[in-house]
């Protein structure tokens, strides 16, 4: 995360709050990825940098994107959207709004009682392996897990398996390293 992460942290809690008693959670995760995304684009970079911008520039830019991407989802919302597009530009804040993106999904997937899980692995895992695999980790996690798999053929064989807080290391190469380690101690 970057340098903005604690300035980030209040808006993305009140935003989450919102979110959770008005029951639009998915509402907010789309509009915060829109939001999110446009502030990353190199143009409105530069915008937010240069001092002769106007708020209620950036508040039209944001709110335009923002319902072209997510037009159902800034509906929903309403005022709630705008107010909170108003508060970011009143307190110069629209470079803040990866961090708030990351924070709400964070505090999202924490509330819905997921784990996001990577999974690498030296070759192509079929469905039944999936499967299996998926159920041992909700069961390890006691959660629901949404895996992202990708493929690494340097493992030899195996997989590894990483959270935000856990890793294992069940691959071949892993355990050639650390029998390599062990042999030269």
Same mark, same amino acid.
């Given at each position: 995360?970057?340098?903005?992460?604690?300035?980030?942290?209040?808006?993305?809690?009140?935003?989450?709050?919102?979110?959770?008693?008005?029951?639009?959670?998915? *509402?907010?995760?789309?509009?915060?990825?829109?939001?999110?995304?446009?502030?990353?684009?190199?143009?409105?970079?530069?915008?937010?940098?240069?001092?002769?911008?106007?708020?209620?520039?950036?508040?039209?830019?944001?709110?335009?994107?923002?319902?072209?991407?997510?037009?159902?989802?800034?509906?929903?919302?309403?005022?709630?959207?705008?107010?909170?597009?108003?508060?970011?530009?009143? @307190?110069?804040?629209?470079?803040?709004?990866?961090?708030?993106?990351?924070?709400? @999904?964070?505090?999202?997937?924490?509330?819905?009682?997921?784990?996001?899980?990577?999974?690498?692995?030296?070759?192509?895992?079929?469905?039944?392996?999936?499967?299996?695999?998926?159920?041992?980790? *909700? *069961?390890?996690?006691?959660?629901?897990?949404?895996?992202? @798999?990708?493929?690494?053929?340097?493992?030899?064989?195996?997989?590894?398996?990483?959270?935000?807080?856990?890793?294992?290391?069940?691959?071949?190469?892993?355990?050639?390293?650390?029998? *390599?380690?062990?042999?030269?101690?």
């Amino acid at each position: 995360m970057s340098q903005y992460l604690t300035i980030a942290r209040p808006y993305a809690k009140a935003v989450f709050d919102n979110a959770v008693e008005q029951n639009q959670l998915d *509402e907010w995760s789309a509009v915060l990825l829109a939001l999110s995304t446009t502030s990353n684009e190199p143009k409105v970079c530069e915008m937010l940098q240069r001092p002769s911008t106007t708020d209620q520039t950036l508040i039209d830019l944001f709110c335009d994107v923002a319902n072209l991407v997510a037009t159902a989802e800034v509906a929903a919302l309403g005022e709630r959207f705008i107010n909170f597009t108003k508060l970011l530009a009143e @307190h110069k804040r629209f470079n803040c709004l990866a961090d708030i993106a990351k924070l709400y @999904h964070q505090m999202l997937i924490s509330y819905k009682k997921i784990t996001e899980v990577d999974v690498i692995s030296a070759f192509e895992m079929n469905k039944a392996q999936t499967k299996k695999l998926q159920k041992a980790l *909700e *069961e390890k996690f006691k959660s629901k897990i949404i895996m992202q @798999h990708t493929l690494d053929k340097s493992l030899i064989g195996g997989l590894i398996v990483r959270t935000d807080k856990f890793v294992m290391d069940a691959s071949l190469k892993g355990r050639l390293t650390r029998l *390599e380690t062990s042999l030269n101690s």
